[in-house]
């Protein structure tokens, strides 16, 4: 029974190397995903699972140990998900081969919740991601939702995922007028625990405005059903035209 989520954005510019000099600006959001983790820990899950972006349709899961990098961006950090704290600076030896059940190196998204965890020294309960791509259907996304919950012990959920990346002239979609209000309306379903709202959202329009964050709020949504959860929004601006949204649910 899921007994507790975390949602955060996923840019990798929250790795302050990734962000470098901007690092400062993103502090804030930075904070938020902090305190939401720690809404996590005091709930004492059993287990917790990580849910993000994916690299296709998906899901794909990713467990305990996966690897992720961000070396894409041009710096040399390398994470593994539920290992550590995060960084890992030092060349380690390599890994045992990874299940056949894995999508592989984690996507960006997991990556940068790999990187939460090991910045909140997570340790304890056994971690796991599941990548959910941009055309997962809704239904598909509540399906996957309610059969994680249903496994037995208390399970808490790291959501992944960013709102619209179109809200202004220099955002990654250029400025899309929609882009406002839907992110607007994301960030109260979000912090309200809104779940009917989540599974209503539009996917059609989500892929259209460039949301990374749908599949996996919708993955949310349906682990929740029953749960009686309460939300808080702890943060939601927008920069660099993206929307960004840190919220807790218990």
Do not use: I, N
């Not at 808490?156 to 990346?165: E, F, P, Q, T």
């Amino acid at each position: 029974m899921l007994v507790a989520a975390a949602v955060c954005p996923c840019p990798p510019l929250l790795v302050p190397e990734v962000a470098a000099g901007a690092a400062p600006e993103l502090d804030a959001a930075r904070a938020a995903c902090a305190e939401a983790l720690g809404v996590l820990a005091a709930a004492r899950p059993d287990r917790l699972l990580v849910v993000g972006p994916g690299d296709s349709a998906g899901p794909e899961v990713h467990p305990q140990g996966a690897r992720g990098s961000f070396r894409g961006f041009g710096v040399e950090v390398d994470v593994r998900l539920g290992h550590g704290h995060g960084a890992e600076p030092e060349p380690e030896p390599e890994p045992e081969p990874e299940p056949e059940r894995t999508g592989g190196e984690l996507p960006y998204g997991l990556a940068v919740g790999a990187w939460l965890l090991g910045r909140a020294a997570w340790s304890g309960v056994p971690v796991e991601g599941v990548g959910v791509g941009e055309d997962l259907p809704a239904e598909r996304c509540a399906a996957l939702g309610r059969d994680v919950a249903a496994d037995a012990g208390r399970l808490a959920m790291l959501v992944m995922g960013d709102a619209s990346a179109c809200r202004t002239l220099k955002a990654p979609g250029y400025l899309d007028e929609r882009a406002a209000p839907f992110d607007a309306e994301a960030g109260r379903a979000l912090g309200a625990a809104d779940l009917a709202a989540l599974a209503a959202m539009d996917v059609v329009l989500a892929r259209e405005l460039k949301v990374s964050g749908r599949a996996p709020w919708q993955v949310l949504a349906g682990a929740a059903e029953g749960a009686e959860l309460t939300g808080t929004l702890l943060y939601e601006d927008a920069p660099y035209g993206v929307g960004y949204v840190a919220a807790t649910w218990s």
